[in-house]
């Protein structure tokens, strides 16, 4: 069945221009077609990407239908697990509705692993690839690497138990780091995460200061020293301004945040609840998660400046967020990005790019999404602005058009409530 989107503006991110006054014919979940639009009105309706997170924390199958309602259509997921794979391939076969999921394996940390703190134990899910690798997985999610052999045994079993791209944490030692990164390169994956303690030249000697991986996560590392390796080894960056935000800016006092937590799903905030307990008596056991003291952190605006300077300089970036962490609403983390990034003085296209093309580019998918033109996907938002003229556009999402699917904006709230009755939601394992 051919449908056809009469006489729409169209946002092409990869070219930084406007198509204006189109008709774009849809057939079987891909643009077949689109030509100059025989109408003499002028078009108010744009028609742009749909939105990906470069990283999430997928915690429980609820998350899927709240990224779509907000417009996002793929999703980096960075501590993977068995259960990740398996809604990846029922969402690929249509037998489940969500994100295209891009996962991690488990996050590879030196020790003390830092986020044995959020291990889950007792729900362990197995894959074949587990018995190949009895010493890998030190739980759920989470595998410790404190020699460069276990480090690259880590990354073979992340592709062989297969996922997408290995996931660093910040007690790797820096042979590991080495070991990690050349071994992933001969695997052809990437390397995605935290930059290691043993390389942040805020926590060790300048002399020290390392970058080997192709994405690194959280603004918070990179200082004005680092941005210049950061820039020679191309690496892309998620600056996560959200988690920033929510976590420590209070963002969390304000009526839109409350109004979208109220409507989430109550054993979501039940997990967020046990998990700050969790970190909060950790804290008070002075475990130590750190190997090397974290320098101080510093304000929002410093992490602004140094995102601006990172534009200026060229850098890669992606709208990642951390959604699904404690109290980060998945999908409306991403708008509280995009706001942080307008905040930081970031041009319109940048966050374009960053929301949409980028993190295809960066992952080297091939898949299509990202751009609008005959032959890709059908993975567009339907906004009645210009995202490129004003960024808030993006906040007003009128429609989705997602593979043979289309959600208008009522359709769309329906998905936050779809869960929320659900007494039992089937969390990561
Ligand atoms: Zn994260």
């Given at each position: 069945l051919k449908t056809i989107l009469k006489n729409v503006n169209i946002i092409k991110v990869d070219k930084k221009e406007i198509l204006r006054g189109y008709d774009l014919c849809m057939e079987d979940g891909k643009i077949v077609d689109l030509y100059p639009s025989a109408a003499d009105t002028v078009s108010d309706t744009y028609i742009m990407p749909a939105f990906a997170d470069s990283h999430v924390h997928l915690i429980c199958e609820d998350n899927l239908n709240w990224y779509l309602s907000y417009g996002v259509t793929t999703v980096y997921n960075m501590m993977g697990m068995p259960s990740h794979l398996r809604w990846q391939q029922e969402i690929r076969q249509g037998k489940r509705l969500g994100p295209e999921i891009i996962t991690s394996g488990p996050v590879i940390d030196g020790t003390p692993a830092y986020l044995v703190s959020v291990?889950?134990?007792?729900s362990r899910q197995r894959l074949a690839a587990d018995a190949a690798y009895p010493?890998?997985?030190?739980?759920?999610?989470i595998a410790v690497a404190d020699t460069p052999e276990k480090g690259r045994k880590a990354v073979r079993y992340t592709k062989d138990a297969g996922y997408q791209f290995v996931k660093i944490y910040n007690n790797l030692e820096k042979d590991v780091y080495r070991a990690v990164c050349e071994e992933a390169e001969k695997q052809g994956i990437l390397v995605t995460g935290h930059l290691p303690d043993s390389c942040n030249p805020d926590i060790v000697e300048t002399s020290e200061a390392e970058v080997l991986q192709n994405v690194v996560e959280h603004i918070t590392f990179i200082s004005d020293e680092l941005m210049n390796i950061l820039m020679k080894n191309r690496s892309a960056l998620s600056p996560t301004l959200a988690a920033e935000k929510i976590i420590f800016n209070k963002l969390t006092e304000e009526a839109f945040y409350q109004e979208a937590l109220e409507a989430t799903n109550p054993l979501i905030r039940e997990q967020w609840k046990r998990s700050m307990q969790k970190h909060q008596e950790a804290a008070i056991a002075a475990r130590?998660?750190?190997k090397y003291a974290p320098p101080k952190r510093r304000s929002l605006k410093e992490d602004y400046r140094l995102l601006k300077k990172l534009e200026e300089l060229g850098a890669v970036l992606m709208t990642g967020t951390d959604g699904g962490l404690e109290g980060i609403i998945p999908g409306v983390s991403l708008h509280i990005e995009i706001d942080a990034m307008k905040e930081a003085g970031l041009d319109s296209w940048t966050i374009l790019e960053a929301l949409t093309i980028n993190p295809e580019k960066v992952y080297g998918l091939s898949t299509g999404k990202g751009v609008i033109e005959k032959d890709a996907p059908v993975d567009f938002l339907v906004l009645k602005r210009n995202p490129a003229e004003e960024i808030e556009a993006l906040h007003d999402i009128e429609g989705l058009y997602y593979g043979k699917q289309f959600f208008d904006k009522g359709q769309l709230l329906e998905l936050r409530k779809k869960g929320k009755e659900k007494e039992n939601l089937e969390f990561n394992g």
């Open positions: 291990a889950n134990e007792a010493d890998v997985l030190y739980c759920n999610g130590p998660f750190r």
